[in-house]
């Protein structure tokens, strides 16, 4: 990248990056120290840095959301991280009724058999496999002329 050299040289004089008065590794360094739980030593620092995180974009405020420490920030957005159990206690109902399981009932009465079933599977698997050798016959036949 090239610079120019007023900039670099102004930049090397003052120990900042722009015209926020503070360099990113300044910022960087205030973050971790927030989140390491210390006090950052530079006030202006900390002015900036959090002007800047007001500008991120997606960045929503978690704090209204009850915290589970044995829940990962994954499992409470995503419906595929969540415990069926976990979520039955929250709604206070029964697992089995959450899960609509009735504990002793199998459906044995289906209306359809199972071979039925499996043979709509096997056709449908098959049909490409059937294409595949029709398109090699073809081929073959026409090599012949």
């Not at 978690?62 to 069926?84: F, I, K, L, N």
């Not at 056709?123 to 036949?141: F, N, W």
Request: with cysteine; hydrophobic share 35%.
């Amino acid at each position: 990248m090239i610079e120019d050299p007023s900039e670099e040289e102004k930049r090397e004089q003052f120990d900042t990056e722009n015209e926020r008065g503070c360099s990113r590794e300044e910022m960087g360094a205030a973050l971790v120290d927030v989140y390491e739980g210390r006090m950052p030593s530079d006030r202006r620092v900390l002015q900036e840095l959090h002007k800047e995180m007001v500008g991120w974009p997606n960045l929503e405020d978690e704090s209204d959301v009850p915290s589970d420490p044995s829940q990962s920030p994954y499992a409470r957005t995503t419906d595929t991280g969540v415990d069926p159990k976990i979520a039955a206690k929250r709604m206070k109902i029964d697992f089995d009724a959450a899960a609509e399981i009735e504990p002793g009932q199998d459906s044995e009465d289906s209306n359809v058999p199972p071979v039925v079933g499996f043979s709509v599977l096997y056709l449908v698997s098959a049909v490409p496999i059937l294409i595949g050798i029709t398109v090699v016959a073809i081929l073959y036949i026409n090599s012949f002329r």
